[in-house]
């Protein structure tokens, strides 16, 4: 459970390669970014092993209204196919391995149906080409409070989708932070989902700010995911209330939560 700092919340308004740069003098030994697509994928390619940390996860590109993502959008197939190509180009560089899929946000008036078709096809067609490179796409819930319209909020329906595309390389995407925003039982959530799980993150429930490794519900589920034996990234997507190397001191209270649990 290595710990990936989210360089597109962790550092902001810096270079990315200034922020590549701080991961790695904060000890992380991996990285997200949400959205790499300003810079070719070979230069990512070279910051990244010049610090020697992993690309642990990317997002597809938003929409060119910066849409929350276009996969559940119907009419702009062409745009997501485009989209995910890109999304991969970058996986085959870095070595990257998840892909989260944005939805994306139909609007009040959307036939759901046709979202919800749209969606399916959209990922079947996706999965064999992200299989081919060795990489999983996930689907995120995103909580109603921060992203209102998102298709999915509950972790639940995303596995709904990914139960009826049937392919192995489409995944979920666990964010604590969008499970307690919608005031779930993280460790139950956890269980009811635990089959399709490819990558956790999160933050703090209020503010998105650093976790609290002394909230019982985020301790049960960091506990879970051990006893579980997820060896997968904990991404650390949050906000800094201040800057981010002087709110990384929960990090003893993870590092001492993992040191017990494996005892």
Known sequence: MKLAANLTLLYPG???EE???LAERDGFEGVEILFPYDITPRTLHGLLKRHGLTLALINTPPGPGGEKGLACLPGREEEFRRAMQAALDICQETGCR???????MPG???????????LVENLRLAAPLAAKAGVALTLEALNRLDMPGYFYYLPEQAVDIIREVGEDAVRLQFDLYHCQREGLDLVSTLHAVWPWVRHVQFAHPQGRHEPDLSDPQVKAALRWLVCEGYAG??????????DARSGLAWRSSYDALLRKERS
């Not at 998840?98 to 994306?104: N, P």
């Not at 990234?233 to 201040?242: A, D, F, K, S, T």
Request: aromatic share 6%; with cysteine; proline share 6%.
């Open 14 to 16: 810096l270079p990315l």
């Open 19 to 21: 922020r590549i740069a």
């Open 98 to 104: 998840i892909v989260h899929a944005m939805a994306g």
């Open 108 to 118: 009040r008036n959307a036939d759901r149906h046709a979202c919800r078709r749209t």
């Open 233 to 242: 990234w904990v991404g650390c997507e949050y906000v800094p209330r201040e």
